[in-house]
């Protein structure tokens, strides 16, 4: 059984840097995804960023150049290290895991943590 648990969110002020882990059990990051997405009330869960099997990052334009996504393959664990925040990133913030190939579609990533939320004052 797959298993996601996030941690590391929380208030930081317009500027400021957090980063986010996500621990995965049931699945071998050399042959998953990892994915990053967050969700705003009333909104669906948009796409962040995301580490394939062979390490490639992807990003969302709104993020590039401020956000890091990482892996920890002894650790199965993932990275979302988070800079120049705006109060704009403002969100529940979950990981997500799947076998194979990397995918943005939310619903196309069988597996979710419990989510964390990142709160950006300005």
């Known amino acids: 059984q797959v298993h996601l648990v996030e941690s590391g969110g929380g208030l930081v002020q317009a500027g400021g840097s957090l980063r986010l882990s996500c621990a995965v059990s049931g699945l071998t990051l050399t042959t998953s995804v990892v994915g990053w997405f967050r969700q705003t009330p009333g909104k669906g869960r948009e796409f962040v960023a995301a580490v394939d099997r062979t390490g490639q990052r992807y990003y969302a334009e709104s993020v590039k150049g401020r956000f890091t996504v990482s892996r920890d393959i002894a650790k199965n664990t993932g990275y979302l290290q988070m800079s120049s925040l705006k109060p704009e990133d403002t969100a529940i913030y979950f990981c997500?895991?799947?076998?194979?190939?990397?995918?943005?579609?939310?619903?196309?990533?069988?597996?979710w943590g419990q989510g964390t939320q990142v709160t950006v004052s300005s």
């Open positions: 997500a895991g799947r076998a194979g190939t990397v995918t943005s579609v939310p619903s196309e990533f069988s597996s």
